[in-house]
């Protein structure tokens, strides 16, 4: 079956440190990765997305590259701001049909000053 | 600019009543869902609609009830048999024909239980 697995968080960091925040999945066939930013109170916005192996997704600064060999997404970032701070959520899609996207737990993330 | 609409954004029901949460989208979107997110859990798939007049259950659609009568609108309510509803609910939006693109998620419709 589908199943996205992500690091436990929460994870804080201070100001212009790097990110990581791991994503590992299972998948049946040859999923789209993305991943989601929820921040307080509010819905999830597309941060980035890849639609095959070896693709790169990018913006504002977040980067994720899909893995095939390793089944992995794992989201970075070369220097956070407090701005950053949310819950980020990966996620795959179900290319079999039924067109639902399996998401992971969610990772909280806080940046301080 | 296209998206989608929840409303209202906060509700509180009353033991035993049931609640009716909306979600409009104009982004001519075939395929809408509806998830429940509790802190700590993620997201879970309660309802999904693929076309007008037809939807599935998801993992949770026990105590819930969908309808979808026009393309734009797939209003949930929230039964006196979902015993504990207190959650965060989140409406989204794709174009079928375009799964690679994601979902549009709303901005979400806190319910709380009184």
Known sequence: GNSVTQMEGPVTLSEEAFLTINCTYTATGYPSLFWYVQYPGEGLQLLLKATKADDKGSNKGFEATYRKETTSFHLEKGSVQVSDSAVYFCALSDQGGANNLFFGTGTRLTVIP | ?114
Request: aromatic share 14%.
């Open chain 2, 1 to 114: 600019d296209g998206g989608i609409t929840q409303s209202p954004k906060y509700l509180f029901r009353k033991e035993g009543q049931n609640v009716t949460l909306s979600c409009e989208q104009n982004l001519n979107h075939d395929a809408m869902y509806w998830y429940r997110q509790d802190p700590g859990q993620g997201l879970r798939l309660i309802y999904y609609s693929q076309i007008v007049n037809d939807f599935q259950k998801g993992d949770i659609a026990e105590g819930y009830s969908v309808s979808r009568e026009k393309k734009e609108s797939f209003p949930l309510t929230v039964t006196s048999a979902q015993k504990n509803p207190t959650a965060f609910y989140l409406c989204a939006s794709s174009n079928d024909r375009q799964a690679n693109y994601g979902y549009t998620f709303g901005s979400g419709t806190r319910l709380t239980v009184v």
